[in-house]
């Protein structure tokens, strides 16, 4: 069982990067930043919520390390000048020119031409080196695809959410496609939560929830979102780990579809 600890490309970008990534959102420190990029952990997601050690992280490694790091950096402006103003606020919060990725962030229809023009215009400017696009509606992945624009996808992948097995991941090219991260790996925590499993079941840790993605030969990256140094401690565990054995996952499966179907069942009653 091969451990994640070694680094893949990131689809046909190109970029080498690290099994496991961090977002900004949940309150990560400058520490643990940095100690998961000495652990050689180097996909740096700045999401929609930009906590500040992220930002104090990134520009101490940009200053002697810069090659050494991915930068991803999502954008929800929903117009030309609120995307150009997205990224231009977060490279200067960073204190970088040019980010890896911009993620055009959650969109549920595709983005207008303008702002894929104004994202195209941002790229020849050198503020960004590949355009991602993340989004919940799973059926859309296949006409971004076919346009052939996207170099990255964040793609909702966990347990409980296993669509993208049947609507994503068995369309995409078996050489030159995009990049695949995965985010709400533990689906914001209910696969975590011991009122929400099964009866005489434990819940799964946040380890098991990025080994599960990773399993997934199609994933090449999945994004944890630590809120303190100890559950930075806890990801970092994933390195050192290989994908999860045939009892594991049918566990995780079990657990997932428990998760689901509560959930479905209180969206009804709701």
């Known amino acids: 069982m091969s451990a994640f600890a070694g680094k893949v490309l990131l689809g046909r970008t190109g970029m080498r990067v690290s099994r496991l990534g961090i977002g900004s959102a949940y ?3 400058e520490k643990a930043c940095l100690k998961a990029f000495e652990a050689g952990v180097n996909y ?3 999401g929609s919520v930009r906590t500040p050690g992220m930002a104090l992280a990134v520009r101490r490694i940009a200053a002697r390390r810069r090659e050494d790091l991915i930068v991803v950096l999502e954008c929800y402006g929903r117009s030309p000048r609120t995307l150009r103003w997205s ?8 204190g970088i020119d040019t980010a890896d990725v911009v993620l055009l962030g959650w969109h549920d229809s595709p983005p207008a031409e303008s702002i894929l023009d104004a994202a195209a215009s941002l790229q020849a400017r050198g503020r960004f080196r590949f355009l991602g696009i993340s989004s919940h509606r799973r059926p859309l992945f296949r006409g971004f695809l ?3 624009r996207y170099d990255v996808f964040h793609i909702r992948y966990n347990a409980a ?3 993208a097995e049947t609507d994503i991941f068995p369309f995409l090219p078996e050489s030159g496609g995009p990049g695949i991260a995965a985010f709400t790996n533990t689906r ?3 696969l975590l939560n011991p009122k929400k499993m099964p009866p005489g079941t434990r819940p799964l840790s946040a380890a098991d929830c990025y080994r599960f993605s990773l399993s997934n030969e199609h994933v090449h990256v999945a994004i944890c979102g630590p809120k303190n140094d100890g559950e930075m401690d806890e990801a970092l565990t994933v390195l050192r780990a290989g994908p999860l054995d045939p ?6 499966h079990r657990i997932g579809d428990h998760v689901h179907a509560v959930r479905s069942m209180m969206s009804v009653l709701t």
């Open 188 to 190: 914001w925590g209910d």
């Open 161 to 163: 959410h296993r669509g």
């Open 146 to 148: 076919d346009t052939g």
């Open 87 to 94: 990224v231009e606020r977060g490279l200067k919060s960073l």
């Open 44 to 46: 740096f997601f700045w």
């Open 27 to 29: 309150g990560v420190t």
């Open 247 to 252: 009892d594991e996952r049918e566990r995780a």
